[in-house]
């Protein structure tokens, strides 16, 4: 019987065989490194996992309605639940994307919710990730990896699937698809981070792998220059091309990552895009603050999952809060994303705590502050025996004819002692994730 050590050692070798790696920008520098594989898994019962699932579904169901009233009637900013400066000033909002409706009326159709688990048992929501979540791959390669190296390991637990997402993710791109024309995942290339999931997910859903240069538009219809002079029409875009460089006749002049003119076919109803440009607004952490509000206005329901504790410099009463208790508090900075920007009141130096209270009173809208959750340990899998570390998990939630949510996720842990620092691009390492069956 295989050992937790042999199996760790066997699929994090395995990982880097199937060139299983995430990449990130240093310095101005691509960095390259392996994303670690920890072999105890995360297990979530059934019970508690009915009740994570009923408030996903509730709050995508949510963003949706609010995305889809901002590019148009902005109701929600006429009767006064979210102040208009925190629309027009966020990143994420494009006026490019006014009065366009996606195909079916579906913006969100890959959600990345980030959650914790709290010591009492509850679970808190951290942020949305509504633009290009990345991540669900990991989880699915290492559970196949280990049923080879370790066999025994699922013999006798009575957990869900999670192979179920290439499915889910290919009923979502054929529902979203406006002319049964061919189903594509663009990636930037070579160089991006979350590469390998690219074409792992194309590979898996039968979908094209796309570059840029691949696509192009004519007639406000998009085509697929493939191999021998073939051309075939688009139907639908699984884009991991960030919203800025998606369209340089749209948006970044400058951008060679993208297609030119694709916004016009998609505003024609000529393509669909997943997700739809524009979802950044719905994730700018400043708003973050403000979903549990849009599920009593869209939906008239109380909110299964709670956010952690936010409060917005924006309002002076926050500000006030804030810069009082800055050392209790988590700043983030709400343009950054993969754990950058995100700063503890408690570890800066005098100097530092000077300059962040400064920005806080002359840029408040830059800067959202969280109470520090002390949200549980996992036992990490380290040298011959365990540590206890900081976990999340990133749930996912996909939109076709109806909402349906992973039943797995990706479960981030810190590698590093007293670290709350769990992504990723900040050197963290993942479990898998089950989900008892009933």
Known sequence: ???????????????????VRFGVYKGGVFHEQLFPFDPIPRVIKRSEWNHIEKGLIQRVKALNLFLSDIYSGKQIVADGVIPEEFIYSSKGYLPQCENITPSKGIYTHICGIDLVQARDGSWIILED????????????????ITRKVSPHTFEHNHIEENRGYIDLLRKTMDYANVNGGLAVILTPGRYNSAFFEHSFLAEKTGATLVFPGDLTVENEKVYYNGLFNTRQKVGVIYRRVSDEFLDPMAFD????????????AYAKGNVALMNAPGNGIADDKGLCYFVPKMIEYYLHETPLLQNAPTYLPYYPDDRKYVLENIRKLVIK?????????????????EEHLANIKHLIETEPRRWIAQEVIDFIDLEVLEGSGTVLRKADLRAFVLCADEIRVWHSGLTRFAREPDSFVVNSSQGGGFKDTWVEKN
């Open 333 to 349: 900075d709400v343009s950054e994303a993969g754990g950058y920007g995100v700063m503890f009141g408690r570890d800066m130096d």
């Open 253 to 264: 002049k400058s951008s060679l990552l993208g297609i030119p003119n694709v916004m016009q």
């Open 1 to 19: 019987m295989t050992t937790l050590i042999e199996q760790r050692d066997a699929v994090n070798k395995w990982l880097e065989r199937y060139g």
């Open 129 to 144: 990730n509504l633009r290009i979540p990345s991540g669900a791959s990991y989880p699915i390669i290492a559970r196949t």
